[in-house]
């Protein structure tokens, strides 16, 4: 049989099993949805078996599809590996990469991609600049930062926004609060309660912004810098919060809190990667951004890519 494989069905293969969705691998391809289609479609009349299956809402790998999707495993990072090494022959392999961030939690997947990322590119100098910043983004047009993580989508034509994931936010109480039999949590629940929170901004909290302003819902407030303060402070009955699932999963298999979704549909945060429009194709940066996604993917819950 001949072989009617590119790379870029591999990639079509690869996106599909990461976003579990043919819209969003279609998106993150900058191809349309029929171009997707029309892709597996070729494969499938080719090998004359399926390789997807619709299970629910979502979409499964047939036995042959779990063997190509095992090939584009093995293959595409050996494909990235070449063209990193010719991106370092081309634009050398030093350089640096200061990365901002506007997350109190973003360190739980940061660290780890940091690992990944000093593994391959040794040669560039990676730090983060100190300190908790409200505008993230501002540091690279001051030049004291190279990588903004942000939750917003900013109009801003000097500025290039990578997406990294999108995040599910869960209300937390404690396991003896009348809240906690409930079996979501509306703006409505939090107006007799006090908010715990990080000490940011308020357009920077995804529950107010998007859930209690709306609704003209404005509880005291209590704040402080660690989750682990908030998850104490929530389970003494001290008030409620919200946090994204992934940086609290620990407390929550040990039940020391309890999560409820917010509002009946959930709540979801998103984060980006902000570079300078200039340097939006350096081959170092686009590896960080890169590897943020696959850890964030592999290692936490609730989590799914943008």
């Given at each position: 049989?001949?072989?009617?494989?590119?790379?870029?069905?591999?990639?079509?293969?690869?996106?599909?099993?990461?976003?579990?969705?043919?819209?969003?691998?279609?998106?993150?391809?900058?191809?349309?949805?029929?171009?997707?289609?029309?892709?597996?479609?070729?494969?499938?009349?080719?090998?004359?078996?399926?390789?997807?299956?619709r299970k629910g809402s979502s979409l499964a790998f047939t036995p042959a599809g779990e063997k190509?999707?095992?090939?584009?495993?093995?293959?595409?990072?050996?494909?990235?590996?070449?063209?990193?090494?010719?991106?370092?022959?081309?634009?050398?392999?030093?350089?640096?990469?200061?990365?901002?961030?506007?997350?109190?939690?973003?360190?739980?997947?940061?660290?780890?991609?940091?690992?990944?990322?000093?593994?391959?590119?040794?040669?560039?100098?990676?730090?983060?600049?100190?300190?908790?910043?409200?505008?993230?983004?501002?540091?690279?047009?001051?030049?004291?930062?190279?990588?903004?993580?942000?939750?917003?989508?900013?109009?801003?034509?000097?500025?290039?926004?990578?997406?990294?994931?999108?995040?599910?936010?869960?209300?937390?109480?404690?396991?003896?609060?009348p809240l906690a039999t409930k079996p979501w949590l509306d703006a409505a629940d939090f107006a007799?309660?006090?908010?715990?929170?990080?000490?940011?901004?308020?357009?920077?909290?995804?529950?107010?912004?998007?859930?209690?302003?709306?609704?003209?819902?404005?509880?005291?407030?209590?704040?402080?810098?660690?989750?682990?303060?908030?998850?104490?402070?929530?389970?003494?009955?001290?008030?409620?919060a919200a946090l994204p699932h992934w940086s609290v999963q620990p407390y929550l298999e040990r039940?020391?809190?309890?999560?409820?979704?917010?509002?009946?549909?959930?709540?979801?945060?998103?984060?980006?990667?902000?570079?300078?429009?200039?340097?939006?194709?350096?081959?170092?940066?686009?590896?960080?951004?890169?590897?943020?996604?696959?850890?964030?993917?592999?290692?936490?819950?609730?989590?799914?890519?943008?």
């Open positions: 049989m001949q072989s009617l494989l590119e790379l870029r069905h591999l990639k079509t293969l690869a996106a599909i099993h990461d976003h579990k969705s043919i819209t969003r691998a279609a998106e993150r391809l900058h191809l349309t949805q029929s171009a997707i289609s029309h892709q597996l479609r070729l494969l499938e009349d080719h090998y004359g078996v399926p390789l997807l299956i190509l999707l095992l090939l584009a495993q093995t293959v595409m990072p050996q494909v990235n590996a070449a063209e990193r090494d010719i991106a370092k022959l081309r634009e050398g392999e030093a350089g640096q990469l200061r990365i901002a961030v506007e997350c109190h939690t973003c360190f739980d997947w940061l660290m780890p991609a940091m690992d990944i990322f000093r593994e391959r590119w040794p040669e560039v100098e990676l730090d983060i600049v100190s300190g908790f910043h409200a505008d993230p983004v501002g540091l690279i047009f001051e030049d004291r930062a190279d990588l903004a993580i942000v939750s917003e989508l900013e109009p801003e034509p000097r500025v290039v926004h990578h997406p990294l994931f999108v995040s599910e936010m869960i209300a937390l109480v404690a396991r003896d609060h007799g309660e006090t908010l715990i929170t990080y000490p940011v901004p308020d357009d920077m909290l995804d529950l107010i912004r998007k859930v209690l302003r709306p609704a003209g819902v404005n509880p005291p407030r209590r704040t402080t810098e660690l989750t682990v303060a908030i998850l104490q402070l929530v389970a003494s009955r001290r008030g409620i039940g020391y809190v309890v999560a409820k979704p917010v509002t009946e549909q959930g709540l979801t945060s998103e984060l980006y990667a902000a570079v300078a429009a200039e340097r939006a194709e350096v081959a170092y940066l686009q590896e960080f951004v890169s590897i943020v996604r696959t850890v964030s993917a592999n290692e936490l819950p609730g989590v799914t890519l943008l």
